[in-house]
């Protein structure tokens, strides 16, 4: 029964942290339109913690470069599991119009491993919430497999 | 027997009572924000994820610390509904706080230890006036046992209006309520990140969390003694406490712990010397 309740916390109560590569503040502002009285992501359960170890999800934004990889590999490692991660925006997916420039690694899948992709330059705050949405999605898909 | 029962029964539901007043805590926040909030049980979903984390810790001095803190909260609710002494409550809870604050300074985080200092600030501001409150009590009452404060026929706040605004401000530093939450602020997130709860993770976050809920618990208790000759007083006098807190939480920015100490001992200390002198007089 326990693991009934922890399951249902993990799909009702996901905290992001939010990390930004260098973007150009475009997706950033628009993750927090998110939280604000229009959109109100807090009723989902999702907060916009600081800290990594509080977190489920990390949400990373800009374009990730050579000298940004260790921090971005960095706070991955410091959040606790199961975890999620979400790259938003084109930066963010592939390097956007950066990926050809000589200190840019490319998307943030070139470092560590990515769930779910949003596209967008910048998203929609609708989008971001259904790119939460769909890592809870394939947070409960993993789940059920488990048992 | 009938007691001990009582209390056993009372450290069985204060997490439930405390989880649903966190969860309202949050809907009234939202609310007074002009949004919709998360649903009531939220804090326990919260809560049943984190146990559900892997843990990680920094060295296993850590989960001593968090079973300490978890430990003295529960036994102040118990020796509370067991009618104990007001002073040995009071030891227990600076036991537990204490501990918590032994954890983050434990870890080399320098989030965590800016996070305990402040903690230590933060205990220093609110312990001498609840000492202050518990000795006006016993000033009134004859007596620092609970039990001994429910059987006196009149409702404390009559003889203790100004200690209850002291104890307001106590309330408002220990629930980590702004203007005083210096030390753990659910918003400070590019200052301290959360302070004294930075290095703390997954099993350890939600047994911190249930320890708060205890804390919420006992010190809506400690409201309760001001009016303890009715239910229905009561009961309106915490939803009228509590609900005051959300306010001051939401119309306030957090200050600085200089600010915090400066002004709570001002006004604590200045009110309760005016109400002991009123007492001593009358």
């Known amino acids: ?144 497999a488990a048992g | 027997m009938g007691k001990l029962l009582l209390a056993t029964i009372a450290v069985i539901l204060a997490p439930v009572i405390g989880g649903l007043v966190a969860g309202l805590d949050r809907k009234c926040t939202a609310w007074l924000q002009s949004r919709v909030g998360p649903p009531i049980l939220q804090p326990f979903y919260d809560v049943f994820k984190l146990l559900g984390k892997s843990p990680m810790m920094m060295n296993p001095w850590q989960i001593l610390t968090v079973w300490v803190y978890l430990v003295s909260s529960m036994l102040t609710v118990f020796l509370f509904f067991l009618g104990s002494d007001l002073l040995l409550m009071f030891f227990v809870l600076t036991i537990g706080a204490v501990f918590f604050v032994m954890g983050a300074l434990s870890t080399q985080s320098p989030y965590a230890q800016v996070g305990a200092q402040r903690e230590l600030v933060t205990m220093l501001t609110y312990e001498p006036l609840i000492i202050l409150v518990f000795v006006s009590i016993a ?106 807190e959300l306010v001051i939480d939401n119309v306030t920015a957090r200050m600085t712990y200089k600010w915090m100490l400066k002004t709570v001992w001002g006004w604590g200390l200045a009110l309760s010397v005016l109400n002991l002198l009123w007492l001593y007089a009358g």
């Open chain 2, 139 to 244: 000033m009134v009452t004859g007596s620092f046992k609970v039990s001994e404060v429910f059987t006196y026929g009149k409702p404390l706040l009559y003889q203790l209006p100004l200690m209850f605004v002291v104890l307001g401000y106590a309330l408002t530093i220990k629930l980590r309520k702004s203007p005083f939450d210096i030390s753990a602020c659910h918003h400070a997130h590019q200052e301290i990140v959360r302070g004294v709860l930075t290095e703390y993770s997954g099993p350890q976050l939600a047994l911190i969390e249930i320890a708060h809920w205890y804390d919420v618990v006992f010190v809506l208790g400690l409201c309760a003694l001001f009016w303890a000759t009715s239910f229905w007083g009561c009961a309106i006098l915490l939803v009228v406490t509590y609900f005051a």
């Open chain 1, 1 to 144: 029964m326990l693991k009934d309740w922890i399951n249902k916390g993990r799909l009702k109560s996901p905290w992001i942290v939010h990390f930004d590569c260098g973007s150009c503040n475009g997706c950033d502002i628009e993750v927090l339109a998110c939280l604000t009285p229009i959109y109100d992501v807090e009723r989902f359960g999702i907060i916009n913690i600081g800290d990594p170890k509080h977190a489920d999800v990390l949400l990373v934004t800009g374009t990730v470069n050579h000298r940004n990889k260790h921090v971005l590999k960095n706070i991955y490692d410091q959040m606790p599991s199961p975890k999620a991660v979400i790259a938003m925006g084109a930066c963010g997916l592939s390097g956007g119009v950066f990926r050809e420039a000589y200190n840019v690694v490319g998307g943030v899948d070139k470092v560590i491993p990515v769930d779910v992709y949003v596209r967008g330059c910048p998203p929609k705050p609708e989008a971001i919430i259904d790119g939460v949405v769909h890592a809870l999605g394939k947070v409960k898909a993993a789940l059920e």
